[in-house]
Nanobody, 118 residues
């Protein structure tokens, strides 16, 4: 499975961005898709996740109420709508896929930079 993330950029605090992650290959092996982020000098952290089949979404407390994860199965694409962005949201954002087999985050995209200016 290959994941291609896009949509990052520079935005002012309070603004919005939408990230996209296009999946290709054996997507039937993916149970759920997620977004993670890594800020400079910090460890990668979970942001949001959604099952490919739909259902319960999960969010990090730091983004609840501001970010929304969604998917378009027909396009094999997952989105992360980010609103009310804060400077602390600045990071490289990675999309990931968890295998149906063991639910582990095994597939990773290349990352897209999001920079929020104050």
């Amino acid at each position: 499975v290959q994941l291609q993330a896009s949509g990052g950029g520079l935005v002012q605090a309070g603004g919005s961005l939408r990230l996209s992650c296009a999946a290709s290959g054996r997507t039937s092996s993916v149970y759920k898709m997620g977004w993670f982020r890594q800020a400079p000098g910090k460890e990668r952290e979970f942001v949001a996740a959604i099952p490919w089949s739909g259902g319960t979404t999960n969010y990090a407390d730091s983004v609840k109420g501001r970010f929304t994860i969604d998917r378009d199965n027909a396009k094999n694409t997952v989105y992360l709508q980010m609103s009310t962005l804060k400077p602390e949201d600045t990071a490289v954002y990675y999309c990931a896929g968890a295998k149906t087999y063991d639910y582990r985050w095994s597939y990773w995209g290349q990352g897209t930079q999001v920079t929020v200016s104050s």
